[in-house]
């Protein structure tokens, strides 16, 4: 089972280049939904409110992937897609790519659009150090405070995470385990029989 995958864990920058004129820069940003894509994008067009274009694609999620790609006014399939194939050829997911044109007065055509786009997209992956991520399950854990030794002596032994914990009338805790285990960890809490398993997302 794969249970990895692969993303950016902060902002990176890519070269600046020209291409007959033309000033191309490209950004990559993590990112888990299209309202940071949003937020991304306006203010790369606040910070370059001079340039021409601002065109993007992204990768969203983890096993079942979401994508878009956008040309903002190039011609269609010119920008967004060519971004949109270096953030596959990379295989990076929750990724943001924004590739900013200064027009230099000279048009590039859609072949020249095509490569200077990818460019673009290539050069700040490049730059962007890529980490691998496993996909995790959670696992949340209602029990009296009685078994809280017990509990804990496997989330220690299993070197589970703990996300969150409440102690109250009785204990709550969320546990995150690696996908490839979450089903024998499972089993060994359930075979305790103290307490209430419930998988969270």
């Not at 020249?112 to 890529?130: D, P, Q, S």
Request: glycine letters at 6%.
């Amino acid at each position: 089972m794969n249970d990895t995958y692969k993303t950016i864990d902060h902002n990176f920058e890519g070269e600046t280049f020209k291409v007959r004129g033309s000033k191309f820069i490209g950004y990559a940003f993590p990112v888990f939904n299209e309202e940071e894509v949003k937020f991304h994008i306006q203010e790369l067009k606040t910070k370059h409110h001079k340039a021409r274009h601002w065109c993007y694609a992204w990768r969203i999620g983890k096993e079942q992937i979401r994508f878009r790609a956008n040309d903002d006014g190039e011609p269609s399939n010119s920008a967004g897609q060519p971004i949109l194939g270096q953030l596959v050829s990379f295989d990076v997911t929750n990724v943001l790519i924004v590739v900013v044109r200064y027009f230099g007065g000279t048009k590039l055509g859609v072949g020249g659009l095509i490569n200077a786009y990818r460019e673009g997209a290539k050069l700040v992956l490049e730059t962007a150090t890529i980490i691998e991520k496993t996909i995790d399950v959670h696992l949340k854990l209602t029990f009296e405070y009685e078994h809280l030794d017990k509990i804990m002596r496997i989330i220690k032994e299993r070197q589970l995470v703990i996300v969150s914990q409440k102690m109250e009338m009785n204990c709550e805790y969320v546990v995150s385990v690696r996908k490839m285990d979450a089903e024998e960890v499972q089993f060994i809490f359930e075979n305790l029989r103290c307490l209430n398993l419930k998988i969270v997302d």
